[in-house]
């Protein structure tokens, strides 16, 4: 699959794979200096690039794992999600999870992307839905295995 990249930047680097079968391409932050993110604050870390996903795909902006385990910075929304019709610059709200501050360096790895197909649903209102085993057992109600 082909995906449309505009650099909105001379310095932004285009998404590229670690790996030969990575599932997520690494985004750059496209900064004119560092940016250093204050323990347990969130810091908007500009890409440099926008983005053009076919209908029915969706980029989804995920933790690079080593960031997070090692230095406790990671996307503040858990994952991010680009739409295909969006066109403005992808930028990752990397928040520091831990008690130090963290710099982010002009061109360092702060998250990845994975493009993804995805179902439009149609959500249609009932007034009674089918029973099944689990029934209305939340959080925790299929054991602690």
Not at 61 to 77: E, F, H, I, Q, T
Not at 110 to 116: E, I, M, N, Y
């Amino acid at each position: 699959m082909k995906i449309n990249v505009k650099k909105l930047s001379d310095k932004a680097v285009i998404p590229a794979y670690g790996s030969e079968y990575a599932a997520g391409a690494d985004l750059y932050a496209c900064t004119d200096s560092e940016i250093t993110v204050a323990p347990h604050t969130t810091v908007m870390i500009p890409t440099g690039i926008a983005l053009e996903l076919p209908v029915g795909y969706a980029g989804f902006v995920y933790a690079r794992s080593g960031l997070a385990s090692k230095r406790n910075l990671a996307p503040a929304n858990k994952v991010g999600v680009i739409d295909c019709d969006y066109r403005g610059e992808v930028k990752v709200a990397l928040h520091n999870h831990g008690e130090t501050p963290q710099t982010v360096a002009v061109g360092e790895r702060v998250a990845q992307l994975v493009v993804a197909p995805y179902i439009t649903a149609e959500f249609t209102e009932a007034e009674e839905l089918s029973d099944t085993a689990r029934g209305a057992g939340g959080f925790g109600s299929t054991g602690t295995k």
